[in-house]
T-cell receptor, first 117, second 108 residues
Framework: GAVVSQHPSWVICKSGTSVKIECRSLDFQATTMFWYRQFPKQSLMLMATSNEGSKATYEQGVEKDKFLINHASLTLSTLTVTSAHPEDSSFYIC?????????????FGPGTRLTVL | KNEVEQSPQNLTAQEGEFITINCSYSVGISALHWLQQHPGGGIVSLFMLSSGKKKHGRLIATINIQEKHSSLHITASHPRDSAVYICAAPSNTGKLIFGQGTTLQVKP
């Protein structure tokens, strides 16, 4: 199946710093990628839809200035958590959309665990 | 009421048992996903199905479009199957709507 990678897999940072998370589709091109956030023992929450070459579409309640998304190429989307604070600590997961003739499939990355001290 | 509901929420089984996890959805869908999330957090896509049945190793997924119901079966369960299993259905806008997950623990 299609492979999606994320980097880093975990990161610890000090409050006030910015953290960039990369999401790559390794063996297919993805014009659309999704960024999710997951709190402990909860389901995934869609943060934004990342579209190659255009602005991301953010879900209600997600601060676009806080969570900067850049989808600069067909295989890479980045999520930057700006001026991170402890409440931003979470598990961030991306997925990439593989479009085929009759169906679209989302392939998920392994996730990035962010801990803000 | 959630648009995608799973049952049970928690499941404990003995090694070797046959396991069934159910998913009911109220959104109109083109396909339904079954995902597996291990304690480390990484998500693996197990199946995407829009009709009938799919099998991969000891995992079997079935879907009944008319009844808006899908099941994930694990045969000859093993402790390494312990994980959270999540079903997800695309909404009319294409966004995935996730079930709340089923936490499975298989004891040796």
């Amino acid at each position: 199946g299609a492979v999606v990678s994320q980097h880093p897999s975990w990161v610890i940072c000090k409050s006030g710093t910015s953290v960039k998370i990369e999401c790559r589709s390794l063996d297919f091109q993805a014009t659309t990628m999704f960024w999710y956030r997951q709190f402990p023992k909860q389901s995934l929450m869609l943060m934004a839809t990342s579209n190659e070459g255009s602005k991301a579409t953010y879900e209600q309640g997600v601060e676009k200035d806080k969570f900067l998304i850049n989808h600069a190429s067909l295989t890479l989307s980045t999520l930057t958590v700006t001026s991170a604070h402890p409440e931003d600590s979470s598990f961030y997961i991306c997925s990439a959309l593989l479009r085929q003739a009759y169906t679209d499939t989302q392939y998920f990355g392994p996730g990035t665990r962010l801990t803000v001290l | 009421k959630n648009e995608v509901e799973q049952s049970p929420q928690n499941l404990t089984a003995q090694e070797g048992e046959f396991i069934t996890i159910n998913c009911s959805y109220s959104v109109g869908i083109s396909a339904l996903h079954w995902l597996q999330q291990h304690p480390g957090g990484g998500i693996v896509s197990l199946f995407m199905l829009s009709s009938g049945k799919k099998k991969h190793g000891r995992l079997i997924a079935t879907i009944n479009i008319q009844e808006k119901h899908s099941s994930l079966h694990i045969t000859a369960s093993h402790p390494r199957d312990s994980a959270v299993y999540i079903c997800a259905a695309p909404s009319n806008t294409g966004k995935l709507i996730f079930g709340q997950g089923t936490t499975l623990q298989v004891k040796p």
